[in-house]
């Protein structure tokens, strides 16, 4: 780096140089899978789902959030919490030159999202990761982001679902990092102790340290078709083991067979089997007035009308 | 070179050893050398000194994987009477990289559980390098809800290069395993004291390590990944190591001016193989005075700050 480029503020400094990741993305793009031409928006609508091959792409966290949740207005959690470098980390690039970079490129402010919102018009608290802003890793923003969503959902006593895609813990932020899987798992305690389901959805990839703490703690755990789930990806372990690992290891098929989760669902099928697995856990409470017609009044008869979904 | 001891050790293992042969000399001739004894004793200490005031993150990073360095075993040995280890996750195997079981410390039942290394091939092999399967965080998880039922506080020791990464690992859920510990650690009725004794590796470090106080050992590192790691990740070279461990912030020193970290426990010149029983002593008065101290809290109070703890972590701004 120059000396003139040491002056220079991170916001500018990282203006220059990456001139092509700036171009917007083009209308036409290619499955990863079985190469198909998909045409862009199209694609978004189908929530990145390849129609020829059914594979399923990564979404952003507010992607995700709007494919899943009904179109009823939603309430963003902790918008504002930002991350700092208190390591001062720099490796080839500095922390913070990475952190200005990707939120430019993302457009968050970290790598995951959190919102109240409605699912099949019971209300939720939703939180989903963005692989896209540094692998989706868990640093400080991400962990206390979650547990205020996990907080939140306490207060209210509303169900939390999360969507992971995570490469694990941030390197960046070293022991912060890795004392958020012991924060988020706290939490998520909290939850369980208040009888409040909480769902994960693990999706392509879920690994490391947000593995081994909120995505496999789910109450019902769900993954996406193909995705790769594991604690150490498998490079790692080919090293260990030095020996080749067969087709489908750590694939949410492999994960199913092992009884690491509950069911594959489909992206296109996750709204409706959450909302179904909701209402076997925790009926909304309509529904149970109804079934005693004496207890009815006529106010609580609008209540269960304004949510026709939620008793489906 | 002898390997027992780190490059930058060499020079002390060299006049070690010209004072071990002066000693030798003059057990079987009487004659008198002990002033040049004590010439080479001094300079060690000052040779030691100068080395060890001066010690960089990576050197560090050695020292707490130093092969001499005492293990989890070596510390109950010297802090505990009465032990009765106990084996086995009631499932599938018993992980000797993970130790456990009940013992008196001054006279008070505890339940104690640590990784564990091997010092030879064969018991660095039996213990897996102290990297633990699934089955040794399960055996851990038994033991704590053990402790829980017969009100027992819980201290723990870690020492892992971190969780095993292999195919039976990850088909039994190593993932599953680290987080469950986390969550149940996170609300057990019982006062918890965790003690980084040496390597604190990662999520296989943290999952014996949710508690009320987190005590480390001077020369003991603590880290979400290893330098190594790190380096081969972020710099595409695992030669970068050295830069990493400076980078990664994984000291006593670091950790605690973070306030990731409770205690520091000091350890003598030359660190703690130079001498256990001191460390042990240190070590066993800080665990007594925490859990006196925890002792008195209600079990309301005790669980609500390990939370507000866990809550605290994290640096961002809003």
């Known amino acids: 780096m120059s000396w003139f480029q040491k002056i220079m503020s991170s916001r500018i400094r990282t203006e220059g140089g990456n001139k092509k990741k700036n171009i917007p993305e083009g209308l036409w793009g290619k499955c990863k899978s079985c190469e198909a031409v998909l045409y862009q928006p199209e694609s978004l609508k189908q929530g990145k789902v390849c129609p020829k091959c059914g594979h399923h792409d990564s979404l952003s966290g507010r992607d995700r959030i709007e494919f899943f949740l009904d179109d009823a207005p939603i309430e963003e959690i902790a918008a504002n919490v930002k991350p700092e470098d208190p390591l001062k980390f720099k490796d080839s690039k500095k922390y913070k030159d990475r952190i200005v970079a990707t939120q430019k490129s993302t457009g968050e402010n970290d ?39 996990a907080h939140l959902a306490l207060e209210q006593g509303l169900p939390l679902i999360n969507f992971a895609a995570s490469g694990g813990a941030r390197m960046q932020e070293s022991l912060f990092s890795l004392m958020q899987m012991s924060k988020t798992a706290a939490a998520l305690k909290r939850m369980k102790m208040a009888g409040l389901p909480y769902i994960s959805v693990l999706t392509n990839p879920t690994t490391g340290g947000v593995s081994a703490s909120l995505a496999m703690l789910g109450d019902i755990n769900i993954a996406e078709p193909n995705a790769l789930i594991c604690f150490a990806g498998p490079r790692v372990i080919e090293q260990t083991v030095r020996e080749t690992l067969p087709e489908g290891f750590q694939r949410s098929e492999f994960l199913l067979e092992k009884g690491a989760i509950d069911m594959i669902v489909t992206r296109h099928d996750l709204s409706d089997r959450i909302a179904q697995i909701l209402d076997l856990l925790k009926p909304l409470p309509q529904a149970a007035v109804l079934t005693d017609e004496s207890a009815v009044e006529p106010d609580e008869i609008i209540v269960a009308d304004d949510h026709p979904k939620g008793t489906e | 070179m002898n390997t027992d001891y780190l490059d930058f050790e060499q020079p002390l293992a060299e006049l070690e050893a010209k004072i071990n042969e002066l000693q030798n000399v003059s057990d079987d001739n009487s004659i008198n050398i002990d002033e040049e004894i004590q010439r080479l004793k001094d300079k060690l200490k000052s040779k030691t000194e100068a080395i060890f005031s001066n010690l960089s993150d990576w050197q560090i990073t050695q020292l707490a994987r130093h092969p001499k360095r005492p293990y989890t075993l070596d510390y109950i040995d010297m802090m505990f009477t009465d032990f009765q280890e106990l084996h086995g996750d009631r499932a599938f195997a018993d992980d000797a990289a993970i130790v456990g079981g009940l013992a008196k410390l001054d006279g008070q039942s505890v339940m104690v559980i640590g990784h564990q290394k091997g010092r030879n091939t064969k018991t660095k092999i039996k213990r897996n390098f102290g990297m633990p399967r699934p089955e040794g965080y399960r055996k851990a998880l038994r033991l704590m809800r053990m402790a829980e039922q017969f009100d027992l506080p819980i201290l723990t020791f870690i020492d892992t290069p971190g969780a095993y990464p292999g195919i039976g690992a990850e088909e039994r859920g190593q993932s599953e395993a680290i987080a469950k510990n986390l969550e149940v650690m996170s609300h057990l009725k019982v006062p918890i004291i965790c003690t980084v004794i040496g390597e604190g590796g990662s999520g296989g470090a943290l999952a014996i390590g949710v508690g009320d106080v987190t005590l480390m050992l001077e020369y003991s590192t603590y ?53 256990t029983e001191y460390v042990a002593q240190q070590l066993k008065s800080a665990i007594v005075n925490n859990l006196k101290r925890l002792r008195e809290l209600e079990q309301s109070d005790l669980i609500q700050k390990r939370y507000e703890k866990q809550m605290s972590y994290g640096a961002f701004s809003e």
């Not at chain 1, 939180?127 to 802003?133: C, G, I, M, S, V």
Request: hydrophobic share 45%; net charge negative.
């Open chain 1, 111 to 149: 790598a995951l999202v959190a919102v109240k919102g409605q699912l099949k018009g019971r209300d939720v608290v939703v939180t989903a990761f963005d692989f896209k802003y540094m692998g989706g890793s868990m640093g400080s923003v991400v962990g206390e982001k979650f547990v205020r969503a």
């Open chain 2, 223 to 275: 880290s979400v990944i290893s330098p190594e790691g790190c380096a081969s990740i972020l710099w595409r070279s695992a030669e970068k190591a050295q830069d990493a461990a400076e980078a990664l912030s994984i000291t006593s020193g670091k950790l605690k001016a973070f306030g990731l970290i409770d205690e520091i426990i000091d350890e003598p010149l030359g660190s703690a193989y130079r001498d």
